[in-house]
């Protein structure tokens, strides 16, 4: 059987296109990551790797424990795979377990990523993508539950997994220049409500609870 680089070889020197040599390396590609199955350690084989099927030397298991951030939940994180809308539940995990499963959550992407990137996180933790401000403000204003075209809700959370307030960086009175108001600058945004205390448009509504 040829090897990679043999493949590589071959096909490079008879390829008659790009789209001949673009087969070529996602072969060679295919072969490489079959050759490191089980291998890495949280490849595709992570389960056989860690899975409670194996007879383990003694204080193994232990040990790996040990060298893993665990979950405060257990029962919500049975294994290395994310649970199925884990959001709410992500909220109560401690922020050393949320940096362990996803250092970019922004909850922990300071101190995972801010000695190099904290210009980047700043603008992003205000982005809409981020908050959902056009969300939250359109469908609270058409729908009469708030009487505000200028949004004042958005969603971000504390390193504890609390509602948070964010505002932008403006000067020290909080206010915003002309030109923040003409490129659309919030001044801030608050955290969404609690479902109870805010009134429905249309007071069947309260029956979707």
Not at 132 to 141: E, I, Q, T, V
Not at 145 to 150: D, G, Q, T, V
Request: charged share 20%; with cysteine; net charge neutral.
């Amino acid at each position: 059987m040829f090897s990679g680089q043999a493949i590589f070889g071959l096909l490079r020197r008879r390829a008659d296109s790009v789209a001949c040599f673009g087969r070529a390396l996602m072969l060679i590609k295919a072969m490489q990551a079959k050759s490191r199955a089980g291998k890495d350690h949280h490849g595709d084989n992570h389960y056989d790797a860690h899975g409670d099927d194996h007879d383990y030397p003694s204080g193994y298991k232990a040990a790996m424990d040990a060298a893993h951030i665990l979950p405060t939940y257990p029962s919500v994180w049975p294994g290395s795979e994310n649970p199925k809308r884990s959001f709410a539940k992500l909220l109560k995990e401690s922020p050393e377990f949320v940096r362990f499963m996803n250092p970019s959550d922004y909850r922990v992407v300071r101190m995972a990523c801010g000695a190099c990137h904290l210009d980047t996180i700043e603008a992003a933790e205000r982005s809409l993508m981020a908050t959902g401000a056009m969300l939250w403000g359109g469908a609270s204003y058409n729908n009469g539950i708030l009487p505000y075209k200028n949004y004042i809700l958005g969603e971000a959370h504390t390193q504890e997994g609390l509602p948070a307030m964010l505002t932008s960086p403006t000067d020290e009175d909080g206010t915003l220049s002309e030109k923040e108001k003409l490129r659309g600058a919030l001044p801030s945004l608050l955290p969404l409500p609690a479902w109870q205390v805010v009134p429905p448009a249309d007071v069947f509504r309260v029956f979707e609870k």
